[in-house]
């Protein structure tokens, strides 16, 4: 059982940046991916960047590709995603994402998840 808590959502203005942490507790030896994800009331969980915890691999949605970047750091079960040029449409609850198998976009493939944080960017 790996437990998720997340920090670091806000409110920002257009433009702004903001960063996203999640720690993670219990089972973390069997941590496959980390990732980020988020969701509108009008939209269904969305991918936004991967993180392979033993290759380092990363992936992104297209639309933060060079705005957005994840990391990690493995001695502390932690995961972030610093935003930049932050922008309405990112406004949504991000949450944090454990897979213990190699899938990385599909949110039905991850095994545990955080409890969201809310990011909202004022136009």
């Known amino acids: 059982q790996v437990q998720l808590v997340e920090s670091g959502g806000g409110l920002v203005q257009t433009g702004g940046s903001l960063r996203l942490s999640c720690t993670a507790s219990g089972g973390t030896f069997s941590i496959f991916t980390m990732a980020w994800f988020r969701q509108t009331p009008a939209k269904e969980r969305e991918f936004v960047a991967s993180?392979?915890?033993?290759?380092?691999?990363?992936n992104y949605l297209h639309s933060v590709n060079g705005r957005f970047t994840i990391s990690g750091d493995v001695a502390k079960n932690s995961l972030y995603l610093q935003m930049n040029s932050l922008q309405p449409e990112d406004t949504a609850v991000y949450y944090c994402?454990?897979?213990?198998?190699?899938?990385?976009?599909?949110?039905?493939?991850?095994?545990?998840w955080g409890q969201g944080t809310q990011v909202t960017v004022s136009s």
């Open positions: 993180l392979g915890w033993s290759s380092g691999r990363t």
């Open positions: 994402a454990v897979n213990l198998g190699p899938g990385v976009t599909n949110p039905k493939s991850y095994d545990y």
